[in-house]
């Protein structure tokens, strides 16, 4: 598989922004929130915030993994009706709206109650990019990986501080478009400073691929984000983001999306090895 294969959509626009002297920016909101149409409007958000890459939320009954901040919007989309079908035209949406690569973040019970292969398709379809699917493992996830390799998906597997090498090698083995290092050990959620897990983590996942990294869970803020950009390729925002959204609409994500883009723009950025 070539490179150019290899990073997808997804990892071609983080590739970009470290060509450029940067980290990229990809920014989470969940569909449905705080309805269907304001969902819209505040992903198209990132966008003009400055968000390399998008990850759109599937809102799922049980969230395990997800912290309060996101929960309380996914429970909210829900309780408004929101279906995948719906996640399917916000993505549809989004993608006219711009040439930024979306991704959907999803638990893998609604993609497979919807039917992998007609998932795949229709999301492929849409100009959609591929998946994050933070509790599916590539060793079970066979049937996804051949159905985003028939339509030219990205997949993008997880790793985290508990990872094997033997284990961050199969994993990142399977991945295409970049590989998610999630910072801290738990549930998502933004904290008061990222954990100091995350470079040895990037660290260790790059030797093992040439794929790009990106390090999420736990940025909040343009100092962080700047932090993080020093060692790895992007910066993954999600619970802050949907913080921002409660309390200030589309406007408020808009503010701390053009933050986050000014803090993974900040010099000086060591030399991110390939």
Not at 217 to 243: E, M, P, T, W, Y
Request: charged share 20%; proline share 5%.
């Amino acid at each position: 598989m070539s490179e150019l294969v290899a990073l997808g959509k997804a990892g071609a626009a983080i590739r970009k922004a470290n060509d450029a002297g940067r980290a990229a920016l990809v920014g989470y909101l969940p569909a449905g929130f705080p309805t269907y149409e304001g969902g819209v409007d505040a992903i198209k958000a990132l966008v003009d915030g400055g968000c390399d890459v998008l990850e759109i939320g599937l809102p799922y009954s049980d969230p395990v993994m997800d912290g309060v901040t996101i929960q309380r919007a996914t429970e909210i989309a829900r309780a408004g009706g929101l279906q995948t079908r719906d996640v399917l035209s916000t993505v549809e949406k989004v993608a006219a709206y711009s040439d930024v690569p979306v991704l959907v973040m999803t638990y893998w019970n609604p993609i497979e109650r919807y039917g992998v292969d007609r998932f795949a398709a229709d999301f492929a379809g849409i100009g959609g990019a591929g998946l994050i699917t933070p509790d599916l493992i590539p060793d079970e996830g066979a049937e996804w990986i051949a159905a985003a390799d028939k339509n030219e998906l990205d997949k993008v597997f997880l790793v985290s501080p508990s990872s094997t090498d033997e284990r961050i090698a199969m994993t990142t083995a399977a991945c295409r478009g970049f590989v998610y290092a999630t910072a801290v050990m738990g549930v998502t959620g933004a904290r008061d400073k990222p954990s100091d897990l995350a470079a040895p983590l990037v660290a260790r996942t790059k030797a093992a691929t040439g794929l790009p990294v990106g390090v999420g869970l736990g940025i909040s803020n343009g100092d962080q984000a700047a932090g993080v950009a020093a060692f790895a390729d992007a910066v993954i925002v999600g619970a802050a983001l949907v913080r921002s959204l409660e309390e200030g609409g589309p406007a408020g994500v808009r503010a701390l999306a053009e933050e986050l883009s000014e803090g993974v723009r900040r010099e000086p950025r060591a030399a991110v090895a390939r």
